[in-house]
């Protein structure tokens, strides 16, 4: 079973950027599908990127597509998401997933106005 870790979450102001990290262990990674999802105050959690393993395929929320960008890194058993040009609304918890499998604990983004 693999175990993920998120990290690089932080207090960041409008328009900056963070990348985001998620170490996995337990297994490789290098043939799993890998998604972030995030959770903001008061509402539910939500897709925000996914990269699929076979052909590194990515799609993303349309609120987040163009400013955030999604990548793995095998040889680190690794997954990144690149955040740019933050907004206020980006505020949430942000969770790594193996897609219907596990989840992190998360890492808290705050994006102050």
């Known amino acids: 079973q693999v175990q993920l870790v998120e990290s690089g979450g932080g207090l960041v102001q409008a328009g900056g950027s963070l990348r985001l990290s998620c170490t996995a262990s337990?297994?490789?990674?290098?043939?799993?599908?890998m998604a972030w999802y995030r959770q903001a105050p008061g509402k539910e959690r939500e897709f925000v990127a996914f990269?699929?393993?076979?052909?590194?395929?990515?799609t993303y929320a349309d609120s987040v597509k163009g400013r955030f960008t999604i990548s793995v890194d095998n040889a680190e058993n690794m997954v990144y998401l690149q955040m740019n040009s933050l907004k206020p609304e980006d505020t949430a918890i942000y969770y790594c997933?193996?897609?219907?499998?596990?989840w992190g604990q998360g890492t808290q983004v705050t994006v102050s106005s």
């Open positions: 997933t193996v897609p219907s499998i596990t």
């Open positions: 337990g297994r490789s990674i290098s043939r799993t599908n």
């Open positions: 990269i699929r393993s076979s052909d590194r395929y990515t």
